[in-house]
Protein backbone atom coordinates (compact mmCIF):
# COMPACT_ATOMS: atom_id res chain seq x y z
CA UNK A 1 0.00 0.00 0.00
CA UNK A 2 1.34 3.53 -0.52
CA UNK A 3 0.62 6.47 1.75
CA UNK A 4 0.90 10.12 0.90
CA UNK A 5 1.52 12.69 3.93
CA UNK A 6 1.18 16.46 3.11
CA UNK A 7 2.20 19.35 5.11
CA UNK A 8 2.24 23.17 4.60
CA UNK A 9 -1.02 24.28 3.89
CA UNK A 10 -2.82 27.06 6.21
CA UNK A 11 -3.68 30.85 6.09
CA UNK A 12 -1.80 33.28 4.77
CA UNK A 13 -2.24 37.40 3.12
CA UNK A 14 -2.52 37.67 -0.26
CA UNK A 15 0.66 38.49 -2.13
CA UNK A 16 2.40 36.05 0.35
CA UNK A 17 3.86 32.25 -0.15
CA UNK A 18 3.42 28.78 1.23
CA UNK A 19 5.23 25.81 0.18
CA UNK A 20 3.09 22.44 0.42
CA UNK A 21 5.45 19.04 0.81
CA UNK A 22 4.27 15.66 0.02
CA UNK A 23 5.79 12.87 0.58
CA UNK A 24 5.01 8.95 -0.51
CA UNK A 25 5.91 6.05 1.82
CA UNK A 26 5.19 2.02 0.94
CA UNK A 27 7.05 -0.25 -1.06
CA UNK A 28 6.99 -2.25 -3.90
CA UNK A 29 5.23 1.33 -5.90
CA UNK A 30 7.36 2.82 -8.90
CA UNK A 31 6.40 6.38 -9.33
CA UNK A 32 5.60 7.46 -12.59
CA UNK A 33 3.60 10.68 -12.49
CA UNK A 34 3.13 13.16 -9.24
CA UNK A 35 2.12 16.46 -8.78
CA UNK A 36 -0.96 18.62 -6.98
CA UNK A 37 -4.57 19.25 -7.35
CA UNK A 38 -6.61 21.71 -5.84
CA UNK A 39 -9.92 21.90 -5.25
CA UNK A 40 -12.26 25.41 -4.07
CA UNK A 41 -15.57 25.10 -2.60
CA UNK A 42 -18.27 24.28 -5.17
CA UNK A 43 -16.04 23.51 -7.79
CA UNK A 44 -14.60 20.52 -9.72
CA UNK A 45 -10.60 19.16 -8.56
CA UNK A 46 -8.37 20.66 -10.56
CA UNK A 47 -4.50 20.78 -11.74
CA UNK A 48 -2.18 22.73 -10.36
CA UNK A 49 0.93 21.72 -11.50
CA UNK A 50 2.56 18.12 -12.35
CA UNK A 51 5.40 15.91 -13.55
CA UNK A 52 3.97 13.42 -16.29
CA UNK A 53 5.49 10.22 -16.74
CA UNK A 54 8.01 12.02 -19.35
CA UNK A 55 9.28 13.50 -16.98
CA UNK A 56 7.59 17.28 -18.30
CA UNK A 57 6.17 19.49 -15.90
CA UNK A 58 2.63 21.09 -16.53
CA UNK A 59 1.05 23.93 -14.66
CA UNK A 60 -2.36 25.70 -14.57
CA UNK A 61 -2.42 28.86 -16.32
CA UNK A 62 -3.73 30.86 -13.21
CA UNK A 63 -0.39 29.56 -11.21
CA UNK A 64 1.94 29.94 -14.23
CA UNK A 65 5.03 32.22 -13.17
CA UNK A 66 3.99 32.42 -9.73
CA UNK A 67 3.42 28.24 -8.18
CA UNK A 68 7.05 25.60 -8.88
CA UNK A 69 6.70 22.36 -8.63
CA UNK A 70 10.04 20.15 -7.87
CA UNK A 71 10.88 16.77 -6.29
CA UNK A 72 12.72 15.06 -4.37
CA UNK A 73 13.45 11.20 -6.09
CA UNK A 74 15.29 9.44 -3.65
CA UNK A 75 12.65 10.33 -0.62
CA UNK A 76 9.21 10.17 -3.07
CA UNK A 77 8.85 13.89 -1.83
CA UNK A 78 6.87 16.16 -4.40
CA UNK A 79 7.02 19.87 -3.41
CA UNK A 80 5.12 22.90 -4.56
CA UNK A 81 6.43 25.99 -3.89
CA UNK A 82 3.47 28.99 -3.89
CA UNK A 83 4.68 32.69 -4.27
CA UNK A 84 2.43 36.18 -4.94
CA UNK A 85 -0.65 33.90 -3.52
CA UNK A 86 -3.95 35.32 -4.43
CA UNK A 87 -7.78 34.56 -2.92
CA UNK A 88 -8.66 32.77 -5.65
CA UNK A 89 -5.64 30.21 -4.89
CA UNK A 90 -8.17 29.34 -1.55
CA UNK A 91 -8.52 25.91 -1.63
CA UNK A 92 -8.30 21.45 -0.54
CA UNK A 93 -4.71 20.69 -2.47
CA UNK A 94 -4.27 17.43 -2.77
CA UNK A 95 -1.19 15.74 -3.38
CA UNK A 96 -1.08 12.77 -6.34
CA UNK A 97 0.91 10.07 -7.92
CA UNK A 98 0.77 7.71 -10.02
CA UNK A 99 2.29 4.69 -9.93
CA UNK A 100 3.04 1.28 -10.64
CA UNK A 101 2.18 -0.84 -7.99
CA UNK A 102 1.02 -4.65 -7.68
CA UNK A 103 1.82 -5.21 -11.45
CA UNK A 104 -0.81 -2.14 -12.68
CA UNK A 105 -0.91 1.40 -12.54
CA UNK A 106 -2.81 2.99 -9.96
CA UNK A 107 -3.50 6.49 -8.50
CA UNK A 108 -2.95 7.35 -5.06
CA UNK A 109 -4.06 10.97 -3.12
CA UNK A 110 -3.18 12.26 0.16
CA UNK A 111 -5.74 13.41 2.83
CA UNK A 112 -5.52 17.10 1.31
CA UNK A 113 -3.88 20.39 2.79
CA UNK A 114 -6.36 23.17 3.06
CA UNK A 115 -4.71 26.79 1.92
CA UNK A 116 -7.01 29.87 2.57
CA UNK A 117 -5.36 33.10 1.05
CA UNK A 118 -6.77 36.46 2.83
CA UNK A 119 -7.65 39.79 0.49
Known amino acids: QVQLVESGGGLVQAGGSLRLSCAAS????????LGWYRQALGKQRELVAE???????NYADSVKGRFTISRETAKNTVILQMNTLEPEDTGVYYC?????????????WGQGTRVTVSS
Open 51 to 57: FTSGGNT
Open 26 to 33: GSGFVISA
Open 96 to 108: HIRAFAYDVYRDY
